[in-house]
């Protein structure tokens, strides 16, 4: 009898192994499946939401499009692997949209990409779908680490209050330029950041210091493999910041 019930228990474990390799086989492939155009609003922080939307920087409608780029090196965004391939790589895209310009800005040190310096373009209508493009650089590749989105997030929002817009996308292209990182914690530093430079410059808002536009709206942008990780970082940081 002994032997018996072991004989159950193994068995019982066993089945309960299998069940937990295929909610996470099933969770990986919902994930993978998720759908160029989708949205999600993740929640809302001093009246902004924050919306996660599967889609790239050239094709985004908004007032402002903010896309990150690392210092550049030769094809960086181009050899895939480690950038993603074209067919996925938003930084392509937008290089293409810019017929190439993107590139060329960056090769010549136009716009080196040191961490945190920006780069603004007030692009021709329909050149993308957004109406003003930022570049934000992120620095040297071989330095990345997620702390730093913080940084990113906070630029991004104090540029957007300067240029007086009421909403903005913002892509990290990080796995664009090849980078691996962990979505969920870049998703949520970026969202930090953002919250916190909005409310400093709400504060000096109130003391008469500076005037501004309010934001209603920030589109995280995820590739179809990342919405899912995106968005649990996102939900995150929202949880942290309206306690």
Request: proline share 0%.
């Given at each position: 009898m002994e032997n018996k019930n072991k004989h159950s228990l193994q068995i019982g474990r066993s089945l309960m192994a299998l069940a937990l390799i295929f909610r996470t086989l099933t969770g990986m492939a919902q994930q993978t499946a998720t759908a160029v155009g989708t949205s999600m609003t993740w929640g809302t922080v001093d009246g902004i939401r924050f919306t996660g939307l599967v889609q790239g920087p050239s094709s985004t409608t908004a007032d402002l499009q903010v896309a990150c780029v690392f210092e550049y090196t030769e094809g960086d965004i181009y050899t895939a692997p480690p950038a993603l391939p074209a067919s996925l790589n938003g930084l392509v895209h937008l290089d293409e949209a810019l017929k190439g310009q993107l590139t060329e800005i960056r090769k010549t040190g136009r716009f080196d990409g040191r961490y945190l310096t920006t780069f603004y373009l007030d692009l021709p209508p329909g050149t993308i779908a957004?109406?003003?493009l930022l570049l934000i650089g992120l620095g040297d590749r071989a330095r990345f680490d997620e702390a730093i989105m913080t940084g990113v997030g906070r630029v991004a929002a104090r540029e957007a209050l300067k240029l007086g817009v009421r909403n903005f996308a913002l892509a990290t292209d990080i796995k664009d330029a090849g980078i691996s990182s962990k979505t969920a914690l870049v998703q949520t530093?970026?969202?930090?950041g953002i919250v916190a430079e909005y409310r400093s410059q709400s504060s000096?808002?109130?003391r008469g210091l500076t005037k501004f536009q309010p934001l209603?709206?920030?589109f995280l942008l995820a590739g179809p493999a990342f919405f899912i990780d995106a968005g649990s970082?996102?939900?995150a940081a929202i949880a942290e910041l309206t306690q």
């Open positions: 957004g109406k003003k530093n970026v969202a930090k000096l808002r109130s209603s709206e920030v970082g996102i939900t």
